[in-house]
């Protein structure tokens, strides 16, 4: 095609880091006024990808090219100079700072002072554009998993990118949520921007597409248009084998109460109220699937369970005992295991070994005085990375070079391993690729079938109720119903989660 045509050109890009090759050798064009879907499984390389067009890495070997002029990235600034934007998985926010900060923050300006005034009301406009209500004064550290993440897709938005790089936007997104994005996509595609969307998802990569790449170990396997494929097929070239996409879900025996929420009451990080009366009980040998869209007391349910945030007012019962307010190490005690949604700001601690966070449970099991066992603790961390296939190259490795997916089973096999009576699970596939998602749930059904009993709070409808055998439905800090799984409609769900219809426990 005419080489007009392409608005990024990336040839033989070659990014290695210490034990792995992240991108061997690919080729990616991206034309002017289409959606470019890039697939991949978790350690793919397409995020790698994406950072060295966005100037956060720098390639060991390539050529880019923007609007047919060699170019070369020393840092972000210079790819936003050419109007290149990207929304993160992992977000690049300064906590400590609020929205409007967080959107302007190394913009370009002929004022000494940003005008804040001004600012807010054209934030205030996107906010409203995308259906995304967020508080321009609010600070990011008060802000939920979602509420951050729309932070991210207006700070792309409000610069006015002409490339925008999306790595799984929709992840923390209501059904409605992300139709309003892919609208607003298809505007910026009918106005010749570019995009590249990168997602998990492969029903909404076949819905806004137009052309699609597959990434498997760090190679292009297939770039194709949407109309000469299909979801199974994609899902073969990402993993290399069929994928199930609906597990299969045995009858299992409900034994007794494990944990019991009594008109639970609690503050969110604002100091204000966030759970509202929360009652509801896990039995040995369920599911119970929490629902509800991003930001509507789902964290703080979790934080209340695991000892994490106070409740002002009510009770929280861990195997008969009451655990109201103690500390974390007080539910860990009693044989709870924890999926936090933040992987890695709460789940792991980034700079430490992979050994490090394999054992962050366990360190008094392998304490000798004021020595580790360093042996015996890194035969346990090597056995329990073996049973969960956490792919690393070394378990001596920062923590940090391991890809998403890695990283949600090396937390998956770090509870797991304590053999817990009740699992917390808040967002255990957000942003994982089918593979990774496939095996988690079935490790959660593995869980279930064991006997114990699985909290499940997630914002994906469908794993909701593929998992759930009764699912709670949340609304701005209430429980506006509670229904068997297997007897669900989308409908009531959809109406309790926009708080229009309350349904008896």
């Not at 210079?78 to 609020?98: C, K, N, P, S, Y």
């Not at 006015?160 to 999306?166: D, M, Q, Y």
């Not at 304490?367 to 346990?380: I, Q």
Request: hydrophobic share 40%; glycine share 8%.
């Amino acid at each position: 095609m005419d080489a007009q045509q392409w608005v990024v050109e990336m040839k033989g890009i070659v990014k290695t880091f210490p034990g792995v090759i992240a991108n061997d050798n690919i080729t990616f064009q991206l034309r002017r006024g289409e959606i470019h879907a890039l697939l991949g499984e978790n350690g793919a390389g397409k995020t790698t990808l994406m950072n060295v067009l966005y100037g956060l890495y720098r390639p060991d070997k390539g050529e880019i090219r923007v609007n047919g002029k060699p170019v070369s990235f020393g840092s972000p600034q210079d790819a936003i100079a050419l109007r290149i934007g990207m929304i993160h998985q992992h977000f690049m926010l300064v906590q400590a700072m609020d929205v409007l900060e967080n959107i302007v923050l190394g913009l370009k300006s002929n004022k000494v002072v940003v005008d804040k005034v001004s600012a807010a009301k054209r934030i205030s406009e996107l906010s409203g554009t995308y259906g995304m209500k967020v508080d321009p004064h609010s600070y990011i550290w008060q802000l939920s998993v979602g509420e951050q993440q729309r932070v991210e897709i207006l700070k792309a938005v409000y610069r006015e990118a002409e490339i925008l790089i999306l790595d799984e936007p929709t992840a923390v997104l209501t059904p409605s949520e992300a139709k309003d994005l892919f609208r607003i996509l298809h505007k910026m595609k009918e106005e010749g921007k570019s995009i590249v969307y990168i997602s998990h998802k492969l029903d909404e990569v076949m819905e806004i597409s137009d052309r699609i790449s597959v990434l498997r170990q760090g190679e292009v396997v297939s770039d194709i248009p949407k109309a000469e494929t299909s979801k199974l097929e994609l899902a073969r070239m990402m993993v290399g084998r069929d994928v199930v996409f609906r597990l299969s879900k045995s009858s299992t025996k409900i034994g007794q109460p494990i944990l019991e929420v009594s008109e639970v009451y609690a503050l969110n990080d604002r100091k204000v109220n966030a759970l509202n009366k929360v009652s509801f009980l896990v039995r040995e040998g369920e599911i119970l699937g929490v629902a509800g869209v991003s930001g509507n007391g789902q964290r703080e349910l979790a934080d209340i369970i695991m000892g994490i945030r106070k409740v002002t007012s009510g009770r929280v019962t861990i195997c008969g005992v009451d655990v109201t307010n103690d500390s974390p190490r007080a539910r860990a005690e009693l044989g709870v295991g924890f999926i936090p949604e933040d992987r890695v700001g709460v789940g792991l601690v980034m700079r430490l070994p992979i050994l490090n966070n394999a054992i962050m449970k366990r360190y008094r099991d392998f304490s000798r005085g004021p020595l580790l066992d360093y042996n015996a603790a890194s035969e346990y961390a090597a056995r329990i990375i073996k049973e969960f296939d956490v792919k690393t190259p070394d378990m001596h490795y920062p923590t940090k070079t391991l890809s998403g997916g890695n990283l949600q089973k090396l937390i998956l096999a770090r509870e797991l391993a304590m053999g817990p009576r009740l699992l917390v699970a808040s967002q255990p596939t957000r942003g994982l690729d089918v593979g990774a998602t496939e095996e988690i749930r079935s490790k959660l059904l593995e869980e279930r079938s064991s006997g114990r009993g699985v909290l499940l709070i997630s914002e994906d409808l469908d794993e909701i109720l593929s998992l759930s055998d009764r699912i709670a439905v949340m609304f701005e800090g209430e429980i506006m119903g509670i229904v068997e799984a297997e007897n669900a409609r989308l409908e009531d769900i959809g109406m309790m989660m926009a708080g229009s219809k309350r349904m008896g426990a």
